[in-house]
Every structure is written in structure tokens, then in C-alpha cells.
């Protein structure tokens, strides 16, 4: 079994907050995912000096079995993933996208990729991490053969989902009209257009309280979230009338 994780880089160098959580997650990653996997990483236009330095010195271990990292200028999210998508190759079985702005519980990778496992039915599992997302208790709890519990959900947020590997690459992200705000939404309505549902592990990721919990933040993820829905739903109309 072969996995990849795919993630993009990309805030103001000086952040010094952003680059204290981005290093800190990257750190932490390879103790906790449960299964080896090879990172392939972009810094999408972040200058910050600090950031460059870290990642040369970041090498293989633990979990981790190699790493792809390059850097270029800006050129937005979904451009990133699916450069991304385009390294990673037919051997590989599931890929995990993660934000590298979360804390994920102990063997999270491969709790995830057990569900995957489990029940075809299953298009994406992940971690939740916004305190607003809820598990769907209503349809139940699963337990895999590993014993790892699950549950649906209705919206999962794009901070940490893994799928399976020629799904995801036959799916892709559409460059032209879909934003980092809604590639979680994109990604559910696809598996949904195809019978499939989305479910999280029944353990929590979190996000950093003291930069993701101030009102600045929330109101402007609220605004730029509005302001790009228009576009979400243009990919959808384009998937629809395929």
C-alpha cells in the first residue's frame, strides 16, 4: 500500500504566528499518521526566509518515507493540487490533503484509510476540525475491522481528507472557476453526484485557538467565503452539464 500526502504553502513572511504553526504541524505529522507515506509539499509563494530554511533541513523519517518540495510563485490552491496530483504516480493507493494549520489525533492517516477500507460507499473520510461541523450520529456509528469508529457527515471542511488515489486523480479540481474556500463542498457533491458519502473519524483535529478563533479571522473567512460562493457553484454547473 502506497500514500501520499499532498499540501501547499502559501502566507505573509511576516507571520511569524503562521510559520510557528505551519513548522510545528510539519513536525508533528510524521510521529502521528500510523502509515508510511511520501509528503509532496509546494511552497505556493511564501518568501518568508525562515519557511525555505526550515525545509531544507526537513528530511524523512518516522512515518514519513520521502519528500517532493519545490517552490515557485503564487498561483492559488487549486493550481497547487493539481500540479500536485500530476507527481504522484499509478502506484499509489490513497491520498490524504491536509492543511498545514491543524493538529491531528494520534494515527489519523491510517484510522482514515481503515474507514476507506471498510465500505466502498465511503467516497472520503476524514478529521473534523471547525467546531461548527458536526458528525451525522443520526445514520449511526461504523467500526472497522481495525476498530476504528466513524460516522457521516454532512460537511467535513477541507482541513484534513483522504481518498482514494485513482478516484481523486480522476476527479481532479477545476482550475478555472473553484477557490481554497469550497474544494471540501466541490469534493462532497462529487462523491454525492456518484452515490458516495462522506464520513470523518470519531476523534478531533483542532486548529490553533489563538490565530483561528479571533473575531478578524472568523469575519473574514466568512466574507471571502461569500464573496467566492458564486464561483462554487459555476464548477458545479460545469460537472452537472458534463
Same mark, same amino acid.
Given at each position: *500500500?502506497?500514500?501520499?500526502?499532498?499540501?501547499?504553502?502559501?502566507? &505573509?513572511?511576516?507571520?511569524?504566528?503562521?510559520? #510557528?504553526?505551519?513548522?510545528?504541524?510539519?513536525? #508533528? =505529522? &510524521?510521529?502521528?499518521?500510523?502509515?508510511?507515506?511520501? @509528503?509532496? /509539499?509546494?511552497?505556493?509563494?511564501?518568501?518568508? &526566509?525562515?519557511?525555505?530554511?526550515?525545509?531544507?533541513?526537513?528530511?524523512?523519517?518516522?512515518?514519513?518515507?520521502?519528500?517532493?518540495?519545490?517552490?515557485?510563485?503564487?498561483?492559488?490552491?487549486?493550481?497547487?493540487?493539481?500540479?500536485?496530483?500530476?507527481? /504522484?504516480?499509478?502506484?499509489?493507493?490513497?491520498?490524504?490533503?491536509? #492543511?498545514?494549520?491543524?493538529?491531528?489525533? $494520534?494515527?489519523?492517516?491510517?484510522?482514515?484509510?481503515?474507514? @476507506?477500507?471498510?465500505?466502498?460507499? $465511503?467516497?472520503?473520510?476524514?478529521?473534523?476540525?471547525?467546531?461548527?461541523? +458536526?458528525?451525522?450520529?443520526?445514520?449511526?456509528?461504523?467500526?472497522?475491522?481495525?476498530?476504528?469508529?466513524?460516522?457521516?457527515? $454532512?460537511?467535513?471542511?477541507?482541513?484534513? *481528507?483522504?481518498?482514494?488515489? !485513482?478516484?481523486?486523480?480522476?476527479?481532479?479540481?477545476?482550475?478555472?472557476?473553484?477557490?481554497? #474556500?469550497?474544494? !471540501?463542498?466541490? *469534493? /462532497?457533491?462529487?462523491?454525492? *453526484?456518484?452515490?458516495?458519502?462522506?464520513?470523518? /473519524?470519531?476523534?478531533?483535529?483542532?486548529?490553533?485557538?489563538?490565530?483561528?478563533?479571533?473575531?478578524?479571522? =472568523?469575519?473574514?473567512?466568512?466574507?471571502?467565503? +461569500?464573496?467566492?460562493?458564486?464561483?462554487?457553484?459555476?464548477?458545479?454547473?460545469?460537472?452537472?452539464?458534463?
Amino acid at each position: *500500500m502506497k500514500t501520499a500526502i499532498i499540501t501547499s504553502v502559501y502566507y &505573509p513572511e511576516n507571520s511569524n504566528q503562521k510559520f #510557528n504553526i505551519v513548522s510545528s504541524v510539519l513536525d #508533528n =505529522i &510524521p510521529k502521528y499518521a500510523g502509515v508510511d507515506y511520501d @509528503l509532496f /509539499i509546494v511552497n505556493d509563494g511564501t518568501k518568508d &526566509p525562515r519557511f525555505e530554511e526550515f525545509m531544507k533541513n526537513y528530511k524523512p523519517r518516522e512515518f514519513c518515507k520521502s519528500i517532493d518540495y519545490y517552490s515557485r510563485e503564487n498561483r492559488g490552491i487549486t493550481k497547487s493540487m493539481n500540479e500536485l496530483l500530476a507527481r /504522484i504516480d499509478s502506484s499509489y493507493d490513497y491520498i490524504c490533503l491536509i #492543511n498545514l494549520d491543524i493538529l491531528v489525533p $494520534v494515527y489519523w492517516l491510517k484510522k482514515c484509510i481503515s474507514v @476507506l477500507k471498510h465500505d466502498k460507499k $465511503v467516497g472520503l473520510c476524514g478529521v473534523l476540525v471547525e467546531d461548527h461541523l +458536526e458528525f451525522d450520529l443520526k445514520n449511526g456509528i461504523g467500526q472497522t475491522k481495525d476498530s476504528v469508529l466513524f460516522s457521516h457527515v $454532512v460537511s467535513i471542511g477541507g482541513a484534513c *481528507m483522504v481518498f482514494r488515489a !485513482d478516484e481523486l486523480k480522476g476527479y481532479g479540481w477545476d482550475e478555472d472557476v473553484l477557490t481554497s #474556500n469550497h474544494i !471540501d463542498s466541490y *469534493m /462532497i457533491s462529487r462523491y454525492r *453526484m456518484d452515490g458516495r458519502s462522506s464520513y470523518a /473519524i470519531l476523534e478531533r483535529g483542532y486548529h490553533s485557538r489563538e490565530l483561528y478563533e479571533s473575531k478578524e479571522f =472568523i469575519d473574514a473567512k466568512f466574507a471571502r467565503h +461569500e464573496s467566492e460562493l458564486p464561483n462554487f457553484y459555476k464548477a458545479l454547473d460545469k460537472v452537472k452539464n458534463k
